[in-house]
Structure formats: C-alpha cells, structure tokens
T-cell receptor, first 112, second 116 residues
Framework: DTAVSQTPKYLVTQMGNDKSIKCEQN?????MYWYKQDSKKFLKIMFS???????INETVPNRFSPKSPDKAHLNLHINSLELGDSAVYFC???????????FGQGTRLTVV | AQKITQTQPGMFVQEKEAVTLDCTYD???????LFWYKQPSSGEMIFLIY??????QNATEGRYSLNFQKARKSANLVISASQLGDSAMYFC?????????????FGDGTTLTVKP
C-alpha cells in the first residue's frame, strides 16, 4: 500500500504543452509539498500546503500552479512547458510541519 | 534566510566501519527541524532521522545517529557499521517551524560509497 503516490512516473512532452502531475497520500497527513530535483541532484522546495492552504510558494514561475482539492491530494499543473522544466518532481507529505516528510517515487519530466 | 551546507561532495568508507557526514546550517528561525534523507541510485528519497531544535538529546535510529551541536549549528549524520547498501547520496535538510514555517531547504548532498 503506497503511502505517497505520484502519477505518472515518467512524462515526456514537447515544449509549449501543458501537463499535470498528480499526488495522493493515504497517511492522513496535514501537510504536503512539491520539490524539484534538477540534473545535478539539487533539491528545491516549490510549494508547501498545510490543511489545504498554501503556506510556502518559493520563487517558481507562475506557469506552475498547485491545486489541493482535499488534504490527501496535491496536484501540480504546468503550463507552456520549457526545456528548463526538465527535472524530477517529488511530492511529499508530513504529519505536520515539525515532522519528517515521506516522499513519492518522483516524476521524471523531460521536455523536448 | 535558511542555508544548509554539506562540504563533502563524496565520501568513501570501508564496510563495517563508521562514517560521519557533515552538515552545517544557518537560519533566523528560532524553531526548526533538521532531517537526513538517503537517495539510492534508484532515485527514491528515504527518510533517515529527525532532530528538533529544542530536543536536548541527539536523535538515534538504529545505525543512524545525529550529532547535533546547536551552538556550532551543525547536524552531522553518523552511520555505524556501514553496509554495502548504504552506498547512496545523503541529503541534510531543515524546515522552519516559526518565522519560516514550512520552508524546507536541502543541502547539495554527499555521495557515500561503501567499499567491500
């Protein structure tokens, strides 16, 4: 029973397209996150949601829009994809801010 | 602002020996959490250990322990009795709990190779 699941695992798409990555957690956690890991393995927080409220929005282009329909889901929609968006995107969740985050398996996005 | 510094891009250790991975941090938040994650070559992120800024004792989880020195702003990970399966990239991270609530910052990672 996967705790944090992301779909799809791989996504190859052309520049200019719009795509979504879905994330669901079955841990009953209140807090969810999106991270981006680039080709050099640098990990950066993109968004943090606590009880469906956006609490952290790092310097991310507004082409990226998170949506949290309920506490168990945090989806990431990306408009007008660019080559530089190619990366691995991780969804994660934690019981609250002061607890460890459990990560999904990652979505490898390749923009061609 | 928050910053995590991992000064060791790569480390080697002999199987069954102990190894320390360094991590220093900087933050203006009076309350924060410190984390270590392992990322094997398969790519998943695995939580290892957590230390709260107000915890008096160093955290331990099996073969992992966190050497927390608050005054020096360091949170080194110690892995005892290294195993071949410990070969992976290790990330130190922090999350603000007060003025930077929810903001997570990761270090650049240390690649650990365990030699047989």
């Amino acid at each position: 029973d996967t705790a944090v699941s992301q779909t799809p695992k791989y996504l190859v798409t052309q520049m200019g397209n719009d795509k979504s990555i879905k994330c669901e957690q079955n841990l009953g956690h209140d807090t969810m996150y999106w991270y981006k890991q680039d080709s050099k393995k640098f990990l950066k927080i993109m968004f943090s949601y606590n009880n469906k409220e956006l609490i952290i929005n790092e310097t991310v282009p507004n082409r990226f829009s998170p949506k949290s329909p309920d506490k168990a889901h945090l989806n990431l929609h990306i408009n007008s994809l660019e080559l530089g968006d190619s990366a691995v995107y991780f969804c994660a969740s934690s019981q609250d801010l002061g607890f460890e985050a459990f990560f999904g398996q990652g979505t490898r996005l390749t923009v061609v | 602002a928050q910053k995590i510094t991992q000064t060791q891009p790569g480390m080697f250790v002999q199987e069954k020996e102990a190894v320390t991975l360094d991590c220093t941090y900087d933050t203006s938040d009076p309350s924060y959490g410190l984390f270590w994650y392992k990322q094997p070559s398969s790519g998943e992120m695995i939580f290892l250990i957590y230390q709260g800024s107000y915890d008096q004792q160093n955290a331990t989880e099996g073969r992992y322990s966190l050497n927390f020195q608050k005054a020096r702003k360091s949170a080194n990970l110690v892995i005892s009795a290294s195993q071949l399966g410990d070969s992976a990239m290790y990330f130190c991270a922090m999350r603000g709990l007060n003025t930077n609530a929810g903001k997570s910052t990761f270090g650049d990672g240390t690649t650990l190779t365990v030699k047989p």
